[in-house]
């Protein structure tokens, strides 16, 4: 009988969590009934959430109104507008589209939001959401990182950087420098040489889980790179900066060097290191998150997604973690999977784990 308990409850468990995460891919499979309110919802409302003991879950929206539950307002369980998230994802590319051949045919005029938004049938308002839930970024966030994409193609290809900054799209050099280390990390100028005239130096040392690379320019760490050897850890850093003063100096990086070896051996529980590194705002924001989290514990990307404010934007989080380039300062390994499981780590799951029982047994 306990057995049998334990299964019946465990479909409940997942759909719960489908609530808890509003994930749209669950909302064609069940809908749930709230008792204090007599209201039933798609798991995607953006509601607020009942309490678990509250809830009820019917796999039909007839079910629900059988039960005596009312459709809600908001996310209209019972009509045949079903927010899907592949219809979403198609009209976010179809929209991208449209943004690029707006930059290519007029690269200094901001994207026109309006004009969006009229052609996919929708408001100004309506149109950031849908971009924010599919990409986890605005159109006007889209439009940069196309220009600063162009930016780069066109200094590396030769251009100098008053014709480069124009052709992508900057009215003016001083809009550009004003986001130069957001975006590029060091100034165009600097770019367009590969990081010509910029020194960075790094050091690979010795740690508990095999080599540590760490690289820093003058603002701050670059790289914490993990690995067995040491060459392909410096092949990955000048393939970065095929240009650069790269040169290895292990006593220059000794007081940003010593916490992370000393973390990694479990004696120095929080990071509190300046990072210079080239990401988008998203990137920021979630890696901003990471360093919340506590020292032993873990979060799930869905977790990190309801905390940035976008539920939905789980894959973008992934993404984020897995585009890290300064592991340990931003710790990406304590990010797990929603069933708890380890998932893709850049440096090797093995690794993962061994940071995470490190840091659990630290605390124990």
């Not at 306990?2 to 019946?8: D, E, L, Q």
């Not at 629900?64 to 009509?79: I, M």
């Not at 003016?172 to 590969?194: C, F, I, N, V």
Request: overall charge positive; aromatic content about 6%.
């Amino acid at each position: 009988m306990a057995t049998r308990t334990m299964i019946n409850r465990a479909p409940n468990a997942r759909r719960w969590q489908a609530v808890l995460d509003r994930d749209a891919r669950m909302d064609r499979k069940f809908v749930y009934g709230v008792r204090s309110t007599g209201i039933y919802c798609r798991p995607s409302c953006p509601s607020r959430r009942p309490g678990r003991a509250q809830v009820s879950f019917f796999p039909l929206p007839g079910a629900a109104e059988k039960a005596g539950f009312r459709p809600c307002l908001r996310c209209k369980p019972n009509g045949k507008q079903a927010p899907d998230l592949d219809t979403d994802a198609g009209s976010v590319v179809r929209l991208c589209r449209e943004i690029e051949l707006q930059v290519e045919q007029d690269s200094e005029r901001p994207v026109r939001l309006p004009e969006l938004a009229a052609k996919a049938g929708t408001s100004t308002h309506q149109l950031h959401r849908l971009f924010r839930r599919v990409i986890g970024i605005t159109p006007r966030q889209f439009a940069d990182a196309l220009r600063i994409h162009r930016l780069k193609g066109r200094l590396k290809g030769g251009d100098d950087v008053t014709t480069a900054l124009y052709e992508a799209g900057y009215g003016s050099a001083s809009r550009l420098y004003e986001r130069a280390y957001e975006h590029l990390g060091m100034t165009p100028a600097t770019y367009k040489l590969g990081g010509r005239g910029m020194e960075i130096v790094y050091t690979i040392e010795k740690c508990p889980l095999g080599r540590v690379l760490v690289a820093a320019t003058a603002r701050g760490v670059s790289a914490v790179y993990l690995g067995d050897t040491d060459q392909p850890l410096e092949r990955a850093l000048r393939k970065e900066y095929p240009n650069a003063a790269i040169r290895h100096d292990a006593s220059a990086l000794g007081s940003w060097v010593k916490p992370i070896i000393k973390h990694l051996s479990g004696g120095e529980r929080r990071l509190e290191l300046p990072t210079d590194v080239e990401a988008t705002a998203f990137q920021r924001r979630v890696w901003e998150e990471l360093r919340k989290i506590p020292y032993g514990a873990t979060r799930t990307y869905s977790q990190i997604a309801r905390a940035l404010g976008q539920p939905t934007a789980s894959r973008a989080v992934a993404r984020a973690c897995a585009t890290n380039p300064v592991s340990i300062v931003v710790p990406c390994h304590r990010v797990v999977r929603g069933d708890g499981h380890l998932a893709g780590y850049r440096w090797g799951i093995r690794r993962k784990q061994a940071l995470l029982e490190q840091e659990r047994g630290a605390i124990r």
